[in-house]
């Protein structure tokens, strides 16, 4: 019975996962407590417990070519968790639920991304590569196609920028490191890929959050590569919750 109540538990967990694609830490562990309470499984608030929980339920999908990944957010340092396809085409979920000429604009996008120092593209650069989509499309037609991209959360907009949000990363990591295995730039911290991060000159990048665990005991920042200045904002060390930076330079302090 109890087998039966935990499989219960880990079922509602997962249509929730599907229906929402990606969710917060926050929104996780209230899932969690719901789905346990609901039908009756041992609950309790620790870390163990949710890994225990969510390590079941990949177990149970792994032959479905699905899993629950968690990644940091690179603009905030939350952690988040997506529902991911493992065995599909090369940009998973994507290529199932998008058109031909979807795709084709999408991975244009991802070039100007990856390709960039600051992990971002203007919306207006975006909406340029029309002229480069084989069947041609609208400039109208691929507004449609990035509002769409945005509400399921494969990318986000801030102030005219778009960037990769959390759910593409998790999703299409395998993808960007091996398209983009020159471009692709790993943080120096934590290992894994930072796109919108701060970039010395020497090329080593960091998450801004990994910068702030880097530099958190203050005084002269130096780079821990080329030991060259380190001359960006560093933000307080609050792994919880960190605050969005702008990673832009500092200004001379002198």
């Keep these: ?11 509602l967990a997962l249509q929730s996962f599907l229906s929402r694609g990606v969710m917060s830490s926050a929104e996780v562990n209230e899932l969690h407590k719901f789905a346990c309470k609901t039908f009756d499984v041992n609950y309790e608030a620790t870390k163990e ?52 000429n979807d795709l084709e604009l999408f991975k244009k996008i991802l070039d100007l991304i990856v390709e960039s120092d600051t992990g971002m593209a203007s919306s207006t650069d975006v909406l340029n590569l ?31 920028e ?3 949000a959390p759910r593409a990363i998790m999703e299409l990591e395998d993808y960007l490191t091996d398209v983009y295995e020159e471009d692709i730039r790993h943080c120096h911290l934590c ?40 001359d960006y904002d560093i933000l307080p060390d609050n792994r919880d919750a960190p605050r969005t930076s702008s990673g832009r330079k500092r200004k001379d302090r002198n």
């Excluded at 019975?1 to 079922?11: E, K, L, N």
């Excluded at 949710?50 to 177990?59: K, Q, S, W």
């Design 1 to 11: 019975m109890a087998t039966t109540r935990s499989s219960d538990a880990h079922r």
């Design 49 to 100: 417990c949710l890994r225990n929980f969510l390590e079941a339920i990949n177990t149970n999908i792994s032959s479905l070519g699905m899993e629950i990944r968690s990644k940091k957010d690179e603009e905030t340092g939350k952690l988040m968790f997506a529902l991911v396809r493992t065995t599909e085409s090369e940009l998973g979920r994507l290529s199932s639920d998008y058109q031909k």
């Design 162 to 164: 778009i960037s990769l």
């Design 191 to 230: 290992k894994e890929i930072v796109l919108k991060g701060q970039i010395c000159s020497c090329g080593l990048k960091l998450h801004k959050f990994c910068a702030a665990r880097l530099f958190r005991g203050g005084g002269d920042f130096k780079c821990p590569k080329c030991q060259e200045s380190w």
């Design 130 to 160: 029309t002229s480069h989509i084989k069947e041609k499309i609208s400039k109208q037609e691929a507004q449609s196609i990035l509002r769409r991209l945005i509400k399921e959360k494969w990318l986000t907009e801030s102030q005219g």
